[in-house]
């Protein structure tokens, strides 16, 4: 908002122009500059010679059976990237991107065979959110975002905050800081500046492993930010204001799945304020991991939970067209 002010003011305009066209843009989500009916004339004009209010481009949208909706969008230069959103029995969860692929190269994740192409603007990460708002059903709206889809949120960390407080503006989308999680894979200087600089949005993290061995073997980043290290962060991560971390951990057949492994995963969590989010793999023709056995998730939820842990078995939302967690990647990577 800080920045839009400056301009109306620079423009010759009152400071509260920007406080209605954050209106316009972010709370009626407008997308035409003479729609912006309290805007003088002049100033919609004015509007219109220096900004460009066209959105990326939705090029493919896939249904899933059970509601789950992904889209592809393409950018200004060519790129294409994927969004997603859930739907809930009662609300709706938007999945977006921060970056064109991923340089973090997680070894189970179709976006890291992209490579990174660059990074999203603040206003393409903005963008995708409301291109999946249009979709919904009229009078509905979108509860949660998390920022879980293509790339590495704390490898672009500018935007990612900024976007950030673009959706928290009161004026604007007014989300609940409560209902935003943002998900690293564990860039340890990323966790502690987010610490410093906001007190909103809940922090995930991408563990997978539950040794340092284990997690470099999937999360290449762990070679340069280790286990412990990160573990540390996460505990001296400030949770006045928010809820527990998130440590997302995927299991996979004869790799993540042991008792073994969970017994070492309630140790480290152990002093920890956070949950579990068991997210089941699924399998991808191009990436040799397998599915875990209904038997060994159930084993493994039900050691966690008997030794006090909160846990929360993500189902496999928007399967059938790619949707799922670790899925997401555009057809350009796919063909290549
Ligand atoms: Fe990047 Fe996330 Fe995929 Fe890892 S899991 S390669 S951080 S998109």
Redesign the pocket.
């Known amino acids: 908002m800080g920045e839009l002010s400056d301009w109306a003011v620079s423009a010759g305009e009152k400071k509260f122009r920007a406080q209605q066209l954050y209106q316009w843009l972010y709370l009626h989500k407008a997308d035409s500059w003479e729609s912006m009916s309290n805007l003088s004339k002049k100033f919609r004009e004015l509007l219109a010679k220096s900004f460009r209010l066209e959105r990326i481009k939705i090029v493919n949208q896939q249904s899933a059976s059970d509601g789950t909706i992904k889209i592809l969008q393409q950018l200004e230069d060519g790129q294409e990237i994927e969004s997603v959103l859930l739907v809930h029995d009662d609300h709706y969860t938007v999945c977006i991107?921060t970056?064109v692929?991923?340089?973090?190269?997680?070894k189970?994740?179709?976006?890291?065979g992209m490579g990174l192409k660059r990074n999203l603007t603040a206003g393409e990460i903005v963008e995708q959110v409301l291109n999946l708002w249009s979709l919904l059903p009229p009078g509905e709206s979108i509860r949660n975002i998390v920022y879980?889809?293509?790339?590495?949120p704390f490898?672009n960390y500018d935007n990612t905050l900024k976007s950030l407080n673009i959706f928290l503006n009161d004026h604007g989308f007014n989300f609940s800081s409560r209902r935003i999680t943002v998900?690293?894979?564990g860039i340890i200087p990323g966790i502690e500046r987010f610490a410093r600089e906001t007190d909103k949005a809940n922090l995930a993290i991408?563990l997978n492993g539950v040794t340092q061995e284990a997690r470099k073997k999937l999360?290449p980043?762990s070679k340069r930010y280790t286990l412990e290290d990160l573990m540390a962060a996460c505990r001296n991560f400030p949770q006045e204001t928010r809820k527990r971390i998130t440590f997302e951990y995927i299991l996979m057949k004869g790799l993540t799945d042991s008792l073994q492994s969970a017994r070492q995963l309630v140790k480290l969590l152990h002093g920890t304020k956070s949950k579990i989010n068991l997210i089941v793999y699924n399998e991808n023709p191009d990436l040799a991991f397998k599915s875990p056995d209904q038997e060994a998730v159930k084993r493994f939820q039900q050691y966690l939970l008997d030794h006090g842990l909160v846990v929360t078995l993500r189902s496999s939302k928007g399967q059938g067209i790619s949707a799922a967690?670790?899925q997401?990647a555009t057809s350009k990577k796919k063909k290549s």
């Open positions: 991107s970056q692929g991923c340089a973090m190269g997680c189970f994740c179709l976006t890291a879980m889809g293509m790339g590495e490898h998900s690293t894979s991408s999360m980043i967690c670790g997401l």
